[in-house]
């Protein structure tokens, strides 16, 4: 790479934030930024990085997509991939479906819990290019939310996307809201599935 690149002397790799804009770049540019992702060495930053790229991946050729779901998925510390898969959730539009399919078992292995379900939230733009098989999983992940606040969060988004659920998964979701331990959490998620 060229030193004198304009993506070299504008910005620091660790804080790549290009959803507005990547369209604008040529595809040289646009790979540029991969490398540059890729590049990186230490795990939190590489995992930011990668995040960060997920809702460009539409900008991206195929390769370079395979490049950086790969990488994220072979992050060794779950957290770091938990937040590299976190952000890359916003590209499931534009996956295969083998890559969809690698996406949705990494957000089902996060190992945080609270993480796992602000993930499972950030899915619901993303639910109608899910398999109704994947999307079952999802629901029962978010079920699968044991803390009230952690479920309560995970109901509610996805109940946001209800519309996108068949009349089984929403079943689904009204018996995890009526689950809820809390009584003023459980009103929340119910009335949310109103």
Do not use: Y
């Amino acid at each position: 790479m060229d030193r004198a690149s304009p993506l070299r002397s504008g910005f620091a790799p660790a804080k790549i934030s290009l959803a507005s804009g990547m369209s604008g770049i040529s595809t040289g540019a646009r790979a540029e930024v991969v490398e540059l992702a890729l590049a990186i060495q230490q795990p939190q930053h590489r995992a930011t990085a990668l995040a960060g790229l997920g809702p460009v991946l539409d900008h991206l050729d195929k390769t370079d997509t395979a490049r950086l779901l790969d990488d994220a998925l072979q992050l060794p510390d779950p957290l770091h991939k938990g937040k590299a898969v976190s952000g890359l959730v916003a590209g499931i539009p534009h996956l295969q479906r083998a890559q969809r399919e690698a996406v949705v078992r990494a957000v089902l292995n996060i190992p945080s819990r609270s993480q796992r379900a602000e993930t499972l939230a950030a899915m619901v733009p993303v639910l109608v290019h899910l398999d109704p098989e994947q999307r079952g999983r999802v629901i029962d992940a978010a079920r699968g939310c044991d803390r009230g606040l952690e479920q309560l969060k995970a109901v509610l988004v996805l109940a946001a996307g209800r519309s996108q659920l068949n009349p089984d998964q929403l079943e689904s979701l009204a018996f995890a809201a009526r689950a809820i331990r809390d009584q003023a959490t459980q009103l929340a998620a119910r009335i949310s599935l109103i």
